[in-house]
């Protein structure tokens, strides 16, 4: 069982900056697509941000372009969304998700074509 675990959420002021990072367990991590989807209060799921699963390739929501950044280590396991320049419409549960995928270089962007997900990390920007 592929298992994802975010930490980095917390409480920021507006302008500040955040590191949300994603832990992958077992083996396959280099073979995923991954991607960044947050969720605030009684709205829908929405996509962040996403990364190949070769590193080479990114893609961003339009809210987000320019402040967030999305990065991985295969070496680690690990998806980093590093986010400056919060602001109080970030604030949501942010989750990571992990795609299968045999093309190395596709990202996704819609929640359907991700096969795992994380339970989840809070952040909160305060005005």
């Known amino acids: 069982q592929v298992q994802l675990v975010e930490s980095g959420g917390g409480l920021v002021q507006v302008g500040g900056s955040l590191r949300l990072s994603c832990a992958v367990s077992?083996?396959?991590?280099?073979?995923?697509?991954m991607g960044w989807f947050r969720q605030a209060p009684g709205k829908e799921r929405e996509f962040v941000a996403a990364?190949?699963?070769?590193?080479?390739?990114?893609y961003y929501q339009d809210s987000v372009k320019g402040r967030f950044t999305i990065s991985r280590d295969n070496a680690k396991n690990t998806v980093y969304l590093q986010m400056n320049s919060l602001k109080p419409e970030d604030t949501a549960v942010y989750y990571c998700?992990?795609?299968?995928?045999?093309?190395?270089?596709?990202?996704?962007?819609?929640?359907?074509?991700?096969?795992?997900w994380g339970q989840g990390t809070q952040v909160t920007v305060s005005s």
């Open positions: 077992g083996r396959a991590f280099s073979s995923y697509g």
């Open positions: 990364i190949s699963a070769s590193g080479g390739n990114t």
């Open positions: 998700a992990a795609a299968r995928t045999y093309y190395s270089g596709r990202v996704y962007s819609t929640s359907e074509s991700y096969d795992y």
